[in-house]
């Protein structure tokens, strides 16, 4: 092992998952699920605005529920409960950690994780916490809500103790759960979830356990969401938010008497028949000695689409009025209040998109919108979770008596598959199967430095699997569609780059901008016209005619014009990168491409079972013709190629066990030869390969399914295994450091279970001299997918990009 090497995550990306409850926002901690891990994220630390701070692993299933709990057990510390659709609850206790040396930054709050609780058979949809009392419930696809005590102690292991397990009668599965205190000490839980009722249990005692009280009708859809609010000490408000586009809110008020009770209840039957929907029939909660009536108070209508959640604003000391964040699939976050003069609740302040450009709705079987609301723990600033898995924020700016959007976060929401950087590392290219393209690079501003994405290029129709940069304006993807497809930089990205990261603007011609026409796959290029232009600066029509124009394919120059990373609702639609080329041939999904140092050649190849189809094909980027006839020389899919850094020599590997190399003619020709191949390399398949840096001489490496990474030296035609690495999993992806550093050259492995291993090699005799795994925080929780060492690092300083299948990527800063 060799301690002088340091490793941390110096970046960290990943979208949030679907789910209306998958987030909480408190004590400085917005904490939300992200595929099976938990991310955390310091949303009020602006001047850094260094992204997320951990990714925590633990979980088998996506995440679904958040909560964070404060002085859980006595001492001061955070808690954090997650519930996942692997049936497990889990709670996360907060380490009290020091300053981090690595990176001087301020101390990053840990967790660990302390318990899981197996008791549900369904996925965990919904956790509620009642604080102070060390009391939550979860609520899953079981039909069942369980109630939990925390315990200290907790019985060894458990952490918690189940006291109480309700079948939901009439069965359905809960999505939303909310607990309020009543005067008396009673606990009240509400239920709502795939039936249009919303249930309310009261527990007037520990033993007694919690009894079904009031079933609340009305709504006319799924209920999404449920919250209580303490308007004083006799009343409680709760909001409920439903499929049906409404919110209901609910008045619990105490100590009404019986003689009010009838006269409300006859005026409450004529209006009951007069619309059902409406009815305001009074039921009772509560103690025998403490009754409270619940009565229907208000029908708060504005939202296009279903509301996923409505959360109160944290109470604030000597305010009376209570404000209700909503969350829509409409694209929007609304804010309710009640009027001061006739009490009627209004929509105050409206957030989000414009309806209009969002496409289909919920009910064609779009899931968009914003999935979830969420308020400051100060109630000055909020966020929201959208469909792209990016947060949104808006902090209110008491002097304008507005909300003025800050820069969020973003991340792929499935697999990350690929990574390229930018000949110069500027920035770094990533595709997913989230079925886009995304470009990260550095924010240079007053001596801070962090990382953000900076334009989404790609926003395809396919799941895509793999990209390389042709270039500084150019990169080409491949996708599950049997082409690939060439992209430009676009003016717009290259202007936000050199403003950004301070990088050298490119005095090539290039396009202003492009977009997506309706029902095509095809960004077209489009010209920015300025601010007092109309649509005919932009469109070249026989006859101009605007009627066919989409008004959101035009495009002014100031919007552009940006000082920081753009906001998600400008990366949907403005960064994209204008198509250059298709490159055809293949007859399956593509695989594997790898461009040539120079730029000049394309290597391509495609899923195969046949030795027709595992073929290699090479495009030429001057006219983008196919060099024929294609390389043969596997029988199953490609699943890795490489140019050695002079381009003399193409390398690819197999799911046929063997790996193969094929030399260029001259380094002005295009055309390649079969050189060498080992149909044995390895004993099982080879899913990665990686070309030493010239220093070495002709040296590769090949990485296996059987859990061996294997060093050859290529001379002239004939080959040698040098050495062979030994893993504990089998090996997805490899990569050789740009440069020799020390006389070592330093090799990257990354495993299926998510483990990345740094190997120093010496550059003479290519033996393994010491070997170090790195930090458990820079790896991801599943297989690696992807690794690219950063090109021009430093001689002792050096960034790996990571690829995870855990739909993360991770910029790991390594010193050696």
């Known amino acids: 092992m060799r301690s002088a090497t340091a490793a941390h995550p110096e970046f960290l990306a990943a979208g949030g998952n679907r789910h209306s409850s998958a987030a909480d926002w408190t004590t400085a901690l917005l904490a939300y699920g992200a595929g099976h891990n938990l991310a955390i994220w310091k949303p009020q630390d602006d001047e850094r605005s260094c992204g997320l701070v951990a990714l925590l692993a633990g979980h088998t299933g996506h995440i679904n529920a958040v909560k964070i709990a404060n002085d859980f057990d006595g001492e001061g510390r955070r808690w954090i409960l997650t519930g996942s659709a692997d049936r497990t609850v889990r709670l996360w206790k907060e380490t009290r950690s020091g300053a981090d040396d690595v990176d001087s930054r301020v101390p990053s709050p840990s967790f660990e994780e302390t318990a899981c609780l197996a008791a549900h058979e369904g996925s965990v949809n919904t956790i509620a916490v009642l604080a102070g009392s060390g009391m939550f419930v979860t609520g899953s696809a079981d039909g069942t809500i369980k109630v939990w005590r925390f315990s200290a102690d907790g019985g060894g292991e458990k952490g918690a103790e189940l006291i109480q397990s309700i079948a939901l009668k009439p069965r359905y599965i809960p999505l939303t759960v909310a607990l309020a205190s009543l005067a008396d000490g009673t606990i009240v839980l509400a239920v709502g979830g795939t039936a249009s009722h919303v249930q309310l249990y009261s527990r007037t005692t520990l033993d007694e356990g919690f009894q079904l009280q009031a079933t609340l009708t009305g709504h006319e859809g799924w209920i999404r969401t449920l919250d209580f609010a303490r308007k004083n000490e006799d009343e409680l408000l709760l909001a409920s938010g439903s499929q049906d586009k409404y919110i209901r809110l609910w008045r619990f008020q105490r100590g009404v008497d019986k003689g009010e009770d009838a006269r409300d209840g006859a005026a409450d039957l004529t209006l009951a028949l007069s619309k059902k929907s409406l009815s305001n029939k009074a039921h009772h909660v509560g103690s025998p000695n403490m009754k409270y009536k619940v009565s229907f108070e208000a029908l708060l209508i504005g939202h296009e689409d279903w509301v996923y959640t409505a959360r109160w604003a944290p109470t604030t000391h000597g305010k009376d009025d209570l404000t209700l964040l909503s969350a829509s699939a409409d694209n929007s976050l609304s804010f309710w209040k009640a009027d001061d003069a006739s009490g009627v609740w209004v929509c105050e302040t409206r957030l989000g998109e414009i309806s209009a450009q969002k496409g289909s709705t919920s009910a064609t079987g779009s899931t968009g919108g914003f999935w979830i609301g969420l ?224 730029g000049a050649l394309v290597a391509t190849a495609c899923k195969a079972t046949s030795i027709d189809h595992a073929v290699i094909r090479i495009y030429e980027t001057k006219e983008w013709r196919e060099v024929k006839p294609p390389l043969s020389a596997h029988s199953l899919t490609v699943t890795s190629l490489a140019f050695s850094a002079d381009d003399k020599y193409l390398l690819s590997v197999g799911r046929d066990r063997q790996w193969a190399i094929f030399e260029r003619e001259d380094q002005t020709s295009s055309t390649y030869e079969s050189l060498v191949s080992d149909p044995k390399g390895h004993s099982r398949m080879i899913l990665d390969c990686s070309w030493a840096p010239t220093q070495v001489g002709y040296v590769f490496a090949t990485a296996g399914r059987d859990k061996s990474v294997k060093i050859w030296k290529l001379e002239k035609d004939k080959t040698e295994c040098m050495t062979t690495v030994a893993a504990d999993a089998p090996v997805t992806a490899i990569a050789f450091a740009l440069s020799v550093n020390a006389g070592k050259v330093d090799l990257a492995m990354g495993m299926e279970n998510g483990k990345i291993k740094l190997i120093g090699l010496d550059a003479q005799s290519l033996q393994v001299g010491a070997s170090e795994e790195l930090v458990k925080a820079a790896c991801p929780s599943a297989a690696v997918n992807c690794l690219r060492w950063r090109p021009g690092g430093g001689e002792g300083h050096r960034q790996l990009a990571v690829a995870g299948e855990d739909h993360a990527l991770r910029i790991v800063s390594i010193s050696i």
């Open 375 to 598: 308020w400051q723990p100060d109630g000055k600033a909020v966020a929201s979770l959208g469909r792209t898995g990016s947060w949104r924020r808006w902090k209110y700016d008491p002097a304008g008596d507005s909300w003025v959007q800050q820069v969020g976060i973003s991340g792929h929401t499935k697999e990350v598959q690929s990574l390229a950087w930018s000949p110069d590392g500027t920035y770094l290219l990533t595709t997913s199967l989230d079925q886009t393209t995304r470009l990260f690079a550095e924010w240079k501003r007053n001596s801070r430095t962090s990382w953000h994405e900076i334009a989404r290029p790609q926003i395809h129709g396919y799941d895509l699997n793999c990209i390389d940069s042709l270039g500084a304006n150019q990169f080409v993807s491949g996708a599950d569609e049997k082409l690939l497809r060439v992209f430009n930089k676009p003016k717009a990205t290259d202007h936000l780059l050199s403003k950004l990261s301070g990088t050298a603007s490119n005095q090539e011609e290039l396009p202003d901008a492009a977009n997506i026409p309706v029902l095509g796959l095809s960004n077209k290029a489009i010209a920015a016209v300025g601010d007092d232009e109309g649509v005919n600066g932009v469109v070249e029509g026989e006859g101009g005619e605007q009627e066919d124009i989409d008004p959101a394919s035009v495009l002014h120059k100031s919007t552009l014009d940006l000082d920081h990373p753009p906001f998600e609702d400008h990366l949907a639609r403005h960064t994209l990168w204008p198509e250059h080329e298709k490159l055809y041939g293949h007859g399956y999904e593509i695989s594997a491409v790898a461009a040539s140092h120079d």
